[in-house]
């Protein structure tokens, strides 16, 4: 689970019978027989180690951007991140990522957002599972499309992606 500290989607995989390693600068609070907890960037984490998934939720859209207490930079740790997820899967390694997207691309203190070419180049070295894009219609309905399905102003790319 990488940037999961404040999600508790660690504890209920663990509670499913999964062994979990979240990787967080700001470790993990819960504890559970199953969870590992790696106060770490995710670039520090071992090569030496291979793992079956990765889950990246509402994460990487924020890495370098200072808003969780790091450190500012100008460098697309989003990009970096992604890197190192696929460095530390194995082969067929699923990865699990959501991230926001909209028309155009956008960054502020916060996160980034990401228009549909940006998410397709980015995830060039991944074999798509799944691409879906569920489109904020209005402040209580959400629709849910392909890539190519007709935007709107805010949407959440949920992707599922294999190692090659």
Avoid: N
């Avoid at 392909?146 to 992707?159: F, M, N, R, S, T």
């Amino acid at each position: 689970d990488v940037g999961g500290s404040e999600s508790t989607v660690a504890l209920s995989l663990a509670s499913l019978g999964h062994e979990v390693h979240v990787v967080d600068p700001r470790g993990y609070r819960l504890e559970h027989p199953g969870v590992h907890a790696h106060p770490l960037r995710l670039e520090e984490l071992s090569l030496d180690r291979r793992f079956d998934a990765a889950v990246a939720l509402s994460s990487i859209e924020h890495f370098g951007l200072g808003a969780y207490g790091e450190r500012h930079t100008d460098a697309r740790q989003d990009l970096a991140a992604l890197a190192a997820i696929h460095d530390r899967l194995s082969p067929g390694g699923l990865l699990v990522l959501t991230v926001p997207c909209g028309p155009e691309s956008s960054v502020d203190e916060f996160q980034r957002s990401y228009a549909i070419p940006e998410l397709r180049e980015m995830l060039a070295a991944w074999d798509l599972v799944d691409f879906s894009i569920a489109w904020q219609r209005s402040r209580v309905t959400w629709e849910r499309s392909g890539p190519d399905g007709i935007p709107a102003e805010a949407g959440v790319a949920l992707i599922t992606a294999r190692r090659r």
